[in-house]
C-alpha cells in the first residue's frame, strides 16, 4: 500500500541533507546509537512533510486511506493518544452547545477534558456492577436523561477496559431518535473494524469516537484516531484538536500511523482470523479451573476473585514465568493480546496459565459486592477541579467535596467525580481500591 509519509521521511533520511532546521539532534547519532535509527526518521514540518493540523499533502494522504479502511467519512491523525480524541471530540459537542450525558465509567481524560472545556455533564450509572472496570448500562436510563437534558449528546466508553462491548446499535438508535450525537471512546478497540462484520463503532452508528492505534494494533505510544460518520464534523476535527495539542507532533508516530495503514489494508484480517480461534482453545483449555468474563477476544479478562484466586498473587505468578499482565487487582488479571500475536504467544501464555493454576493456592472467593455510589453535585466539575484543595485520608473525606481527581491508571467507574460530596460508601470503594487519600476542595 501507498505509504507516503513513511516514503517521504525515509527518502529525507537517506538523502543526507543537512537539516537547518529542528529538531537538535539533526538526525545524527548524538552519542546514542541505539536512538540513532530514530532520531534519523524524527522530523518536523520541512518543506513537503506536510502539517498534522493544515494537512493536504501527505498526512492528508495517509489520513484519506486510514479514512476508507475504517469506513468512515472522515478520519484524523493523532500524536497524543485518544486523550486528544476525547478532548477533541468533546470541544465539538461545546461548539454545539450540548451538554453531555456519559456512561460513568469514562476514563480520566474524560473529566479532565470536561473540566477544561466547563461541559455540564450528567451520568448514567451502571445498571449492575461489582468491580469498578467493567458495568452494564441500560439504554432505558440513557432515554429518561435524553429526554431530561434535550439539547445533549451520549458518551460511552467501549470497549471498557476489561474488553467488554457496550451495545452500540442500541445506543445509536436512541441517540438518532432524539438528534442526539453518540460519542465512543474506542480506545480499546481499533482492531475492531477488521472482523467480520465490523465491530468498530462508526460501523455501528456512532458519530464521533477515537481509537488508540497504540493499543491494539502496532503503532507506536500516543498513536491513536478521531473517526466521524458525520461530513459535518470533518472541517472542525483539526481546529478543535490543535487546542489541546502540541504544535510539533511527532512524526515517528505518524510514520507509525502510516504503516499501520499497510497492516489494516493487506494482514490484519488474516491474522485475527487466525488468533481467535487459539484464543477460543486457550480458553476452553482453561474452563476448569479459570473463569474468563465476556470481552472481546483480545483482552482476555480472568476473573481470579470467581475462579478461586487472588489477581495480584495470579500476576506475581505469571511475572515468574516471564508474562506481564496489563492489569490485576484482588478481583481480576486483565492480559491484553493483539492481531501480531504468535501462535508461540499464545502457546507460552496458555503454559504459564496452567502452571498458575495448579500450582498457585486458592482462597476463598470474596463475597464484597457493591454498587457504585450516586453522590449529590455541589459544584461543576470545572469549578472542583480548578478550586484550591487539600489530600486528606478516605476516611477524613466523608462530606467533603471531591477536588482534582487523582487516580491512577487503569481507567475504571470513577468513585468520586471533581465536584461531587463523598459519601461513607465511597471510603468503603476507596480502600477496597488501595486508594488511602483523595483531594478535597479546601
Ligand atoms: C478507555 C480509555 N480511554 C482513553 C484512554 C486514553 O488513551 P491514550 O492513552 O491513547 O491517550 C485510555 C487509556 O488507557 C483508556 O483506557
Redesign the pocket.
Known amino acids: 500500500m501507498y505509504t507516503p509519509i513513511f516514503d517521504f521521511v525515509s527518502h529525507y533520511s537517506d538523502s543526507d541533507s543537512l537539516r537547518c532546521h529542528m529538531p537538535g539532534h539533526k538526525g545524527k547519532n548524538c552519542g546514542y546509537p541505539f536512538l540513532s535509527p530514530l532520531f534519523s526518521l524524527d522530523i518536523t514540518e520541512i518543506f513537503g512533510a506536510d502539517s498534522l493540523f493544515h494537512a493536504d499533502g501527505i498526512i492528508a494522504q495517509s489520513e484519506a486511506a486510514a479514512s476508507s479502511l475504517f469506513h468512515c467519512a472522515y478520519s484524523c491523525f493523532s500524536t497524543?493518544?485518544?486523550?486528544?480524541g476525547?478532548q477533541t471530540m468533546l470541544a465539538l459537542m461545546k461548539l454545539d452547545n450540548r451538554s453531555i450525558i456519559a456512561a460513568r465509567n469514562v476514563?480520566r481524560?474524560f473529566i479532565n477534558a470536561a473540566a477544561l472545556l466547563g461541559l455540564d455533564v450528567f451520568w448514567l450509572f451502571p445498571s449492575a456492577s461489582s468491580n469498578l472496570l467493567s458495568a452494564d448500562f441500560s439504554t432505558n436510563d440513557a432515554e429518561k436523561l435524553l429526554l431530561l437534558h434535550p439539547n445533549s449528546c451520549i458518551y460511552i466508553?467501549s470497549p471498557?477496559?476489561t474488553g467488554k462491548i457496550a451495545d452500540i446499535p442500541a445506543f445509536a438508535k436512541l441517540c438518532h431518535k432524539y438528534n442526539a450525537p453518540l460519542i465512543v471512546?474506542n480506545?480499546?478497540g481499533a482492531h475492531l473494524a477488521f472482523f467480520q462484520p465490523s465491530l468498530h463503532p462508526i460501523n455501528l452508528g456512532a458519530d464521533l469516537c477515537c481509537d488508540?492505534a497504540?493499543?491494539m494494533l502496532p503503532a507506536l505510544t500516543?498513536s491513536?484516531y478521531v473517526h466521524t460518520s458525520q461530513k459535518r464534523f470533518a472541517p472542525l476535527i483539526k481546529q478543535n484538536m490543535s487546542l489541546f495539542a502540541s504544535t510539533s507532533p511527532s512524526y515517528l508516530s505518524l510514520i507509525s500511523l502510516d504503516l499501520c495503514n499497510d497492516y489494516l489494508a493487506f494482514h490484519i484480517c488474516d491474522d485475527i482470523n487466525h488468533c481467535i480461534p487459539l484464543i477460543t482453545q486457550l480458553k476452553d483449555d482453561l474452563s476448569d479451573s479459570l473463569i474468563f468474563a465476556d470481552s472481546e477476544p483480545f483482552h482476555i479478562t480472568i476473573c481470579a476473585a470467581l475462579s478461586g484466586f487472588n489477581g495480584l498473587a495470579f500476576a506475581q505468578s505469571l511475572r515468574k514465568l516471564s508474562v506481564e499482565c496489563e492489569y490485576a487487582d484482588d478481583d481480576i488479571v486483565i492480559l491484553l493480546m493483539s492481531p501480531i500475536c504468535s501462535d508461540n504467544d499464545f502457546f507460552t501464555l496458555r503454559s504459564a496459565l496452567r502452571f498458575t493454576v495448579n500450582t498457585l493456592p486458592h482462597v476463598k472467593p470474596s463475597s464484597q459486592k457493591f454498587s457504585v455510589p450516586v453522590l449529590k453535585t455541589a459544584m461543576s466539575i470545572r469549578d472542583a477541579t480548578f478550586s484550591t484543595y487539600e489530600t486528606v485520608n478516605v476516611e477524613s473525606s466523608v462530606g467533603r467535596i471531591c477536588a482534582s481527581v487523582d487516580v491512577p491508571?487503569?481507567?475504571a467507574v470513577p468513585i468520586a467525580v471533581s465536584g461531587e460530596i463523598i459519601s461513607q460508601e465511597s471510603v468503603f470503594i476507596f480502600k477496597k481500591y488501595g486508594i488511602n487519600s483523595v483531594n478535597v476542595v479546601k
Do not use: E, Q, R, V
Open positions: 497524543s493518544g485518544s486523550t486528544l476525547i476514563h481524560a466508553t471498557d477496559y471512546d480506545a480499546h488508540s497504540h493499543k500516543g491513536a491508571c487503569p481507567p
